[in-house]
């Protein structure tokens, strides 16, 4: 078969970098362009993860349908090896990217072979606890991960220094600078910025997960990728029988391992003459490329050496192993999971599975936070247990969510939340909205307001309503006042009462995660589970 | 020039922007346009093609060369509040929003603005309503249909305000050369219609749940700091329950009506017939009314 031509490095590196821009723009793209279905794939890059679609299909007992291309992935390694880690993975172009920029210069750490392993080992741990139907796998995949980021973290944080730093003339009394900052930012805004500040809890947290990894780059080049990501050791493990083979297949004695220095994951370690690590090879071809005597060839075909991939001890797959079986009574089992009760705040995004599928489905990548058009989808923290992690809720105080709006069961990878048709969404109950009679200002201070009435979209009538009532107010003057209530049957808990209520601090009126309508003489068994 | 003289100089420009940004701001204290007492004349007209029915009842008022002056700067208020489509009666009908800001261009407006604090989302509201794509329709660089911007507010002192003293509006309503409310009529629970007063909602900023509480007066003192120099009510559909968002057709009654006055107290005032109401139900109407902002007795209107 023929030898690879040295210009694949370069389109190697075009392609990356192409990728890591379609990674960008399909961000870009995951929000309401004027119509309620999504124009671009957005999710792409997480449904092509196999790594995501194995753990999920085990820890759901099901195969998810919009996973399946990720098995393209699957045969591309088996065929060609870990080509995803160099030409396709945006976290891996990120890093590289990064590294140039900030550790160009950094020497790589003495003994740090050592480190490779604990991949595989993550990886066991994870299998582990997907069989228990634990969903584990987004706080590792570097897919989940950089979407999160720049969910949670990047875009906000960029978008607020766009808006600050384009608007600052605004203010300023020169026309000429106040026009041109505020044209400025009217551009930006069509292209690049958010059509309203995006805002997240758990921003700073997230981010400092992408900030260590990008900090190892000190340590070490593509640490992340040679040392800890799992989608990476399950691609390894696909890997041996690619059809790529490399020459020479050891260090060259006449040099001092050149390789190695330039192989993005070191895979020429040792002081020996052992043959490389192949199904560790990204194929980056760097060091085609930097062989000063010109002797790495690629070419196409049946490799049939032994030695192939990376030693895993006995103990440490006993040890990923136990962890695994011991996460999950750690995880599940716990008052929330024994009393079968959430916090009564905590309202799901609607298409939500129920609570204990929803634990062992979701990628936690942040994608229906992105696309939520109100910006009411936050990520938890431990509200829903530890294993609740930046899983979504709903947060009444930021926004809420639009009756007419179908988008974040569009673009959830594992169907966590699943795609409802517009009429579907109109009757899915996330939750129950009561009042607070003590904060209600009709109820409190007898003064009517009717905000929530007045916003309130259900069909075939407003859930809330009210009722004309006597009263006696604080000042003891007895008056008439429109009294607001729910009507359990109508509610579907998207909260726009309770983020339009006026009461400062903590509204009126609150959703709760109550699906149910309390009413004579019905029972069923079962709770939120 | 090297990069630290570079960053050096690009502090110190900082720097100077900075304090420049500390000079006071524009005052805005806007001087009236509209007359303090406008005629009480009320143009009215019913047809089923809506471009001609803004045009015949323009016309009875003398045409928009009446209100809108060669190189004017107009703003044109509908009601965009809603994520809803036309057919559902929540938001101003498209063809009459563009029928308007046709004439606005024919009289010689210089610039036409379009734009509406909605309740739902902005992008949804305008796209659903169908009016954006009706005023993109038009081609014309001179209609800037835009989203509201929270940078563009500023706060007013209402001098004549009785319940509200100060309040944020709207840069663009504020500084505009006429300004053409064009409501669309609705049931609302609290302040039982919602028309041309109410649609002034969408042009000031703050916690507009706050003006709910005294309602009525809160609608006065806003409309007496962004005047409408005319009042284009859309009634060619009415909403007659489960206002102001509605949601079906149900809520809906077809009308194919419209009125158009200088005077907006008495265009709501007028209005209130086509819900067996007097507009002396409305109570905004009345202390408008009595605050010598219109004519609120339909015996004393013009009707066209």
Redesign the interface.
């Known amino acids: 078969m023929g030898i690879i031509n040295k210009r694949l490095r370069l389109l190697r590196n075009v392609t990356h970098i192409l990728l890591l821009i379609l990674f960008l723009f399909l961000f870009l793209q995951t929000q ?1 362009t ?2 309620d279905i999504l124009e671009y794939p957005v999710n792409l890059f997480l449904r092509l993860d196999p790594f995501l679609a194995l753990t999920s299909f085990i820890a759901a007992r099901a195969v998810i349908s919009d996973f399946l291309i990720s098995g393209f992935i699957v045969i591309l390694t088996l065929v060609l090896g870990r080509l995803w880690c160099g030409w396709i993975c945006p976290m891996g172009t990120t890093i590289d990217i990064l590294h140039k920029v900030f550790f160009k210069h950094s020497k790589r750490l003495v003994d740090s072979e050592k480190f490779r392993s604990i991949k595989f080992y993550l990886l066991f741990f994870l299998l582990v606890t997907s069989a228990f139907s634990l969903s584990l796998a987004g706080y590792f995949d570097p897919i989940s991960i950089l979407t999160r980021t720049v969910t949670l973290s990047i875009y906000p944080a960029i978008n607020a220094i766009f808006e600050k730093s384009l ?8 026309s000429w600078l106040s026009n041109a900052s505020d044209y400025l ?1 009217t551009v930006f805004k069509e292209y690049l910025l958010a ?1 309203e500040q995006p805002v997240y809890y758990l921003n700073f947290f997230t981010f400092f997960i992408f900030f260590m990894i990008i900090f190892l780059e000190r340590y070490e080049k593509r640490f992340w990728c040679k040392n800890l990501c799992p989608l990476g050791a399950l691609l390894a493990l696909l890997s041996p029988f690619a059809l790529i083979k490399r020459k020479p297949q050891k260090k060259c004695p006449d040099c001092e391992g050149g390789c190695n220095a330039v192989c993005k994951l070191a895979l020429f370690p040792g002081v020996g003459q052992e043959a490389y690590l192949k199904n560790e090879c990204i194929y980056c071809f760097d060091c085609m490329e930097q062989c000063p005597n010109q002797r790495v060839e690629y070419s196409f075909g049946i490799d049939k050496r032994e030695k192939k991939g990376v030693d895993l001890t006995r103990r440490g797959l006993i040890f990923s192993l136990s962890a695994g079986v011991f996460t999950y009574p750690l995880l599940r089992i716990n008052p929330l999971s024994e009393t079968r009760r959430l916090p009564a705040r905590f309202v799901r995004p609607p298409g939500s599975v129920t609570e204990k599928e929803f634990l062992s489905k979701c990628a936690r990548c942040g994608e229906c936070m992105r696309v939520c ?2 910006n009411a989808i936050q990520p938890a923290f431990f509200e829903a247990g530890a294993e609740g992690l930046w899983t979504p809720r709903l947060d009444f105080a930021i926004g809420y969510c ?4 179908t988008l974040c069961g569009q673009v959830c990878p594992s169907q966590t939340v699943k795609r409802l048709t517009l009429d579907e969404k109109h009757k899915f109950v996330m939750g129950k909205a009561f009042f607070d009679k003590n904060r209600c ?1 009709p109820y409190a201070k007898g ?5 929530c ?10 859930a809330i309503r ?1 009722k004309k009532v006597e009263v006696t107010d604080p000042d003891g003057r007895t008056k008439i006042v ?1 009294q607001p209530f729910v009507d359990e049957e109508l509610c579907i808990g998207c909260g726009i009462c309770e983020y ?3 009461v400062e601090q903590k509204a009126g009126i609150h959703v709760v995660n109550q699906k149910k309508v309390i009413k004579e003489g019905f029972f069923s068994s079962g709770g939120l589970y | 020039m090297n990069r630290r003289e570079f960053i050096k100089r690009s502090l110190q420009l900082g720097a100077a922007l900075t304090a420049a940004a500390k000079l006071p701001v524009l005052d805005l204290v806007r001087i009236s346009r509209a007359q303090d007492k406008p005629e009480p004349i009320v143009a009215t007209g019913k047809n089923t093609n809506y471009k001609n029915l803004v045009i015949d009842v323009m016309d009875k008022l003398g045409g928009m060369k009446a209100f809108v002056s060669p190189g004017d700067v107009v703003v044109v208020k509908p009601n965009l509040a809603w994520d809803s489509t036309p057919a559902l009666g929540a938001d101003t009908h498209p063809v009459v929003a563009k029928t308007v800001v046709e004439l606005c261009l024919d009289a010689g407006a210089k610039r036409v603005m379009i734009f509406d604090r909605t309740a739902h989302d902005a992008r949804r509201a305008y796209k659903s309503s169908g009016v954006q794509d009706a005023i993109n329709e038009i081609k014309d660089s001179k209609v800037e249909l835009s989203f509201v911007e929270k940078h563009k507010f500023v706060d007013v002192k209402i001098t004549n305000g009785v319940s509200l003293k100060k309040w944020s509006f709207y840069k663009d309503a504020l500084k505009a050369d006429k300004f053409i409310n064009v409501p669309v009529a609705k049931h609302h629970a609290l302040a039982k219609l919602t028309i041309g007063m109410k649609n002034m909602m969408g042009v000031i900023g703050g916690n507009r749940g706050d003006i709910h509480r005294g309602l009525d007066q809160n609608l006065v003192d806003i409309n007496t700091v962004v005047k409408s120099d005319l009042t284009i009510v859309d009634a060619t559909r009415i909403m007659v329950s489960n206002g102001p968002a509605g949601g079906s057709p149900d809520y809906i009654r077809v009308k194919h009506e419209l009125f158009a006055s200088p005077d907006i107290v008495a265009a709501d005032s007028y209005t209130a017939h086509l819900f067996g109401l007097k507009g002396t139900n409305l109570k905004y109407v009345n202390i408008a009314h009595s605050a010598g902002m219109g004519e609120k007795r339909v015996d004393k209107m013009k009707i066209l």
């Open positions: 309401y004027g119509e608007l600052s003339g605004y203010s300023v009394d020169i930012y059509f058009i109100k639009q009756f007419d709006c200002i003064i009517d307001c009717l905000v009435e007045e916003h309130c979209p259900t069909l075939p009538k407003k009210f429109k339009k209520c006026p």
